[in-house]
């Protein structure tokens, strides 16, 4: 297991570390060092979660041991609970809470946990509906459950009836302390919510009482958002939560879910609901002072209650509604001026809190006897009221906006056709929450996610500061990802799935006829998201109704191709769609399935279609909130108050409503495209069939690793092409059938594979075998930015004479057939290890330097020695200036795992076979790049940035590291090593040296498959011609523009003027 040096903490990782993730831990440790809070984005399939804890949990071994083997009676005779401000909570590290949206995504982290070397004090804090295993108890549900799980665990003195009653009180409750005594090492191994269930089930403790005890002295507990969002859950739980260390993963609905807390609806229903229950408790209590002279509650304070509820029933069906759609709205302080009339003020309202809590008691008692639960509607009263007097200034009403609505009443509201009215309170400043954990003084709120994108807005919705940012790329390569956007359809109609758009049935028929066409391209699964089920409805009823010329329909085509399946509106349904979906996928009378989904449905939020149950997602427009909207409309009408507010007090960077609305809207199309490319291995392609995504605005925000491989396409016929032959080259694209060559024995580069030779005069005079038009695999050279220096591992690979070196392109991992994923060299590799081609290293050191040079330093021994140390690797990659270097602002490359080979006589092998297959196939000018530069260059930044160079000296077989001189040589060396030889072969290495050095990554892939492709008669001239001509358009590529033409043969000039001019 290698173990990494990060600013100065021993990280140990299950897994060769890819270059983002070390990146990624970096980010994590800075901010617990710090004390500073973090905003971290990070794709699905990067590792995510298990660089989070694995950084998080070095960080905090490093400041003492782990709590294993404690007990809870050890703890809280040492005074262990945190929140009392004992001895204890002044000397033990802080403790790490770890919340997650659903139990089953905590579950996930579990089994993350368990790969990982860390064995800290763990425990899962979850909901009794999870964990309750009463015969009867567990039966029920919300609050039902917690109210009859309350009161058989209530202490009390026993009478001899209930001595013999055991369904009154819990076992399992009663056996929690003992069983914890005799297990103190519980928690110590990873554990989740079903490993303590069957303890309950096996040894009779109550799962969720275990849990609530251990949690008192864990290092790490994991609970879902709703335990540190709710005030009345954070209270409950005995944490010292100063300096405490809050994760919130898959957090990029935090900002809606704070809000949603910090409101509340109160509809006519509820409220008749409580008006009852207040009389039940008065009729209740009158009762039995009448049989048993029972005098412990007055009755008159349950009367008073119900005609205070009355009086607000009155008072909101009072107030005067003009419109339906547009309600009555006030500003957030005009609660207090209506309560105010009621006789509910902040003194009154803890008195009336108290009598509702003892009106609860008195239904749980009434109902003792049946343990069927009651749901006490009264509870409501007191959460409101909690809410609404949380502070004495009222301060946070500002925050807030009232809003009176009529609404259709349900049927089991049971008002009979009465007017029902909802009385909301709405938040619309999620950053209430998060200032709570200001006012607790948190040490660190780490916020990650693979869609945070737009970071901004997400940051100023939370009012807090995150000093440290992160918006990493993917591990994936650039052949494994098509993105592109299409403003028109196959006849040439506008796509805008805009209002005054959407209901045409040009539109609509426009748009089935470009799904028919990718139903029958894409393989496997295909996803296909609507801006809502409005639109979804509408498309699908006119695809089925609407037939063309033939009298076949869209549907019926669409059909032809993939079965279909639609996302249902209510919930309860969806999980058999899920399984129709993977059903009619796995069924080969056709070539997959289609899944007709809606943004922020169920489908985009959360699933893994990894592989073929998604290998194209189809965004069919903008899912912006519905305009009319009340709740939609006054937050943008606060927001552009806030902003305006904010101008005054000279702030630059400000959030107006319109922004706020389009982020949304952004945001949900960052989560719907995340369904695909789901590890290291997939691949897909992500369509936007939507004119406005051509704005460059608009793809500013889509997550930033998509962003690089975004291309717009004017005509359809294009994206059918380019999208056939990446899915055609998607089906071969797992591990290349590499052809061992006897010559590779003897060190040179492997030949991946041939290419059809085209006639000489059809392609530009460079072009030679597949072997030179690609980067060499011994050469090959990663660029990763880590804020504005780059990260770099010096890996020479040391190898036996004879020694099978296969090398496996990373872009080339995993071979795909009809809904079949295999790797013809056995294993695939976890989305988490490196694919790195397996070399023999004992100890490397990576130090960051002010020259943004990372030099190593390495001694070279016998294989057998290094062998002894394969799986013990240290790698240091601490960097005490690393904290000041600014967050970049350029867009970051797509992650590669390519290594360096750095044997200079492999090299001179190289460049000789290379020469040779050029002069062998009659080519002028071909060699391979890497054997004409001394280092490779680094990406040129599209805004004229200055260079972060990663300069790559070669070292002898002594390995000796770079001296200061040597670097400052090779920095003036960083373009392009220029050849004085006037030999064809040297002229046409020289310009493809300049054009990688001009190009990023991806764009000089897209140039050499280009090349490629012409060369194999797969493209045209023309088609590439035209690519050349937007790869080169930049003003600083112009000298490329001149010196391609010298490369096309005399008959195509006229034809390179039409794209180039003179």
Known sequence: MPTYTIRGIGVDFPFEAYDCQLVYMDKVI?????????LLESPTGTGKTLCLLCATLAWRKSLGPFSTGMSVNSSQDAGGKGDTGSQSSTTRPPTIVYASRTHSQ???????????SYR????????REQMCIHDEVSLLSGRAQTNACRFICRKREKTKKDENNENHRCRHFSRVSGYLMNNPNLGDEPIDIEDLVNIGKRHGPCPYYVSREIHKVADILFAPYNYLIDRGNRKSLSINWKSCILIFDEAHNLESLCADAASFDLTSGLLTACISEAKSCTD???KRREQSNDKSRNPENFAILRALLLKLEKRIAEVTIQSKELGFSKPGPYIYELLADLNITHETASKLIDIIKDAVELLEEDNQRKVKGIICRLESISDILNLIFRDKENAHANFY???VQEVDASATDGLKGRVSRKFSWWCFNPGIAMEEFRKLDVGSIILTSGTLSPMDSFAQELKLEFPVRLENPHVISANQI???VLPTGPSGGSFNSSYRNRDSLEYKQELGNAIVNFARIVPDGLLVFFPSYYLLDQCIGCWKNV???????????????KKPVVEPRRSSLFPLSIEDYMTKLKDTSTSGAVFFAVCRGKVSEGLDFADHAGRAVVITGLPY???TDPKVRLKREYLDQQAISQRELCKSEVLTGEDWYSQQASRAVNQAIGRVIRHRHDYGAIIFCDERFTHSNRQSQISRWIQPHIQCYSKFGDVVYTLTRFFRDGETRGPTKLKLLESEKLGKSVVNEQIEEAPLDDMPSFLGSSASAQRSTSALKTEQPLDKFYLEKFLPLTRRMGQDCTVKPPSSQHEVSRGDIFNQFGEVLPANRSSFTSYKDQSTKLNYSNELLFNEKKSLVSERKAMQFQNCRITDLSCNSMMDVKPSNQLMAPCSVKKRRLNTEHEKHTKNEHLSHAKNFGLNGLTNISNSMVCENPHESNSGSSQSGEDMALMNKDSRTLTKRETEILDQKNKVVQSSSADEETKGSEFLVQVEGKLSASEYKEFVNSMKALKSKAMKISEVLQTIARLFSSPERLSLFKRFKDFIPAKYHAMYEQYFGN
């Open 30 to 38: 800075q901010s617990l060092q710090n004390k500073c809070n973090a």
């Open 106 to 116: 905590i579950r996930q982290v579990i089994q993350e946990l368990k790969r990982t």
């Open 120 to 127: 800290p004090k763990t425990v899962v804090l979850g909901s």
């Open 284 to 286: 209740l209590c009158i």
């Open 401 to 403: 906006r009232v809003h």
């Open 482 to 484: 098509w993105a592109g």
């Open 547 to 561: 037939s063309a010329g033939n009298s076949t329909t869209i549907w019926e085509r669409i059909c032809k191709h």
């Open 625 to 627: 909130a519905t305009m």
